[in-house]
């Protein structure tokens, strides 16, 4: 439940707000007789990388405050207009299973040239620790004022990445679009119209989530962990959007990775602009 006020008609608002997150975790499969390996899950309860508190999940409740900023000239398919958001998540100790707090600082841009036929859009968001634990199951999340999104891969992020591909304690996250109005038309007295766009997005770790791999055994060490430098994550590709009224759009993206670690590519359907 998030409340945003406006601060004396001006172009800022005050935001407010209170999450509850409830997790449960558990492996994908409980081995049997024939097969006994254990999961990736079991492993790294076994080698100490999971810790005991936070094995079965746990409640979340996170308290929010920051500012807004929006300048848009329409909440659908924006083609001008500057949307900021620099906020604050705390989540006591008293109100769930683990305490930390983080800052989110959020800037998009969207700018049209040619008549609103060609417009370029870009999202670059910081989300720093900055107190506490984070448990591993909380790490996969994006912050943003809308939704609580998955982490970093997927449809929300990294496009072509697999989705939650990377987790860290901070992070920063950009998107760039361009995106080509090519066909409008009216049908049933409705307003449709097409666009085309090609987008690129990179991710980068500044916070790692430290793990203690000393009772991690040398055989999976290689296996399961790539303890090299950190580097920026790329993706890539095409996307058409198709808007109705104004305020309906389905989009469908189709993104490639520059590095096979990260994903396979994905085409991803869905019915709102990333940011």
Same mark, same amino acid.
């Not at 405050?65 to 659908?76: A, E, P």
């Not at 910081?126 to 939704?147: A, E, V």
């Not at 860290?168 to 679009?177: L, R, W, Y």
């Given at each position: 439940?998030?409340?945003?006020?406006?601060?004396?008609?001006?172009?800022?608002?005050?935001?407010?707000?209170?999450?509850?997150?409830?997790?449960?975790?558990?492996?994908?499969?409980?081995?049997?007789?024939?097969?006994?390996?254990?999961?990736?899950?079991?492993?790294?309860?076994?080698?100490?990388?999971?810790?005991?508190?936070?094995?079965?999940?746990?409640?979340?409740?996170?308290?929010?405050?920051?500012?807004?900023?929006?300048?848009?000239?329409?909440?659908?398919?924006?083609?001008?207009?500057?949307?900021?958001?620099? &906020?604050?998540?705390?989540?006591?100790?008293?109100?769930?299973?683990?305490?930390?707090?983080?800052?989110?600082?959020?800037?998009?841009?969207?700018?049209?040239?040619?008549?609103?036929?060609?417009?370029?859009?870009?999202?670059?968001?910081?989300?720093?620790?900055?107190?506490?634990?984070?448990?591993?199951?909380? &790490?996969?999340?994006?912050?943003?004022?809308?939704?609580?999104?998955?982490?970093?891969?997927?449809?929300?992020?990294?496009?072509?990445?697999?989705?939650?591909? &990377?987790?860290?304690?901070?992070?920063?996250?950009?998107?760039?679009?361009?995106?080509?109005?090519?066909?409008?038309?009216?049908?049933?007295?409705?307003?449709?119209?097409?666009?085309?766009?090609?987008?690129?997005?990179?991710?980068?770790?500044?916070?790692?989530?430290?793990?203690?791999?000393?009772?991690?055994?040398?055989?999976?060490?290689?296996?399961?962990?790539?303890?090299?430098?950190?580097?920026?994550?790329?993706?890539?590709?095409?996307?058409?959007?198709?808007?109705?009224?104004?305020?309906?759009?389905?989009?469908?993206?189709?993104?490639?990775?520059?590095?096979?670690?990260?994903?396979?590519?994905?085409?991803?359907?869905?019915?709102?602009?990333?940011?």
């Amino acid at each position: 439940m998030d409340v945003q006020h406006r601060i004396y008609q001006s172009n800022w608002r005050l935001l407010t707000g209170y999450t509850f997150n409830h997790f449960r975790a558990q492996p994908n499969s409980t081995p049997d007789e024939n097969s006994p390996a254990s999961s990736l899950f079991e492993n790294y309860k076994e080698w100490g990388l999971i810790r005991k508190e936070e094995m079965e999940g746990g409640n979340i409740s996170l308290l929010t405050v920051g500012l807004v900023y929006d300048t848009r000239n329409q909440s659908c398919y924006c083609t001008d207009g500057v949307w900021f958001e620099g &906020l604050v998540y705390y989540a006591p100790q008293w109100l769930g299973s683990q305490s930390f707090s983080k800052l989110v600082l959020t800037y998009r841009q969207h700018k049209s040239i040619i008549n609103e036929q060609l417009t370029f859009s870009f999202r670059i968001s910081s989300q720093q620790k900055l107190t506490g634990q984070i448990p591993f199951y909380m &790490l996969p999340t994006i912050f943003d004022s809308r939704l609580k999104q998955d982490g970093i891969g997927g449809a929300s992020s990294l496009r072509g990445a697999f989705r939650n591909r &990377l987790a860290a304690d901070g992070f920063v996250i950009s998107s760039f679009e361009t995106k080509l109005k090519f066909w409008q038309f009216n049908l049933f007295k409705q307003d449709f119209f097409f666009s085309a766009a090609l987008f690129y997005d990179n991710a980068y770790i500044t916070q790692i989530y430290q793990l203690d791999l000393s009772q991690v055994p040398d055989k999976d060490l290689s296996i399961h962990f790539n303890q090299g430098k950190q580097r920026v994550h790329h993706s890539w590709g095409p996307g058409l959007y198709i808007v109705f009224n104004k305020n309906n759009i389905i989009t469908v993206n189709y993104g490639f990775v520059t590095n096979k670690q990260d994903g396979r590519g994905g085409l991803y359907i869905g019915s709102s602009l990333l940011f």
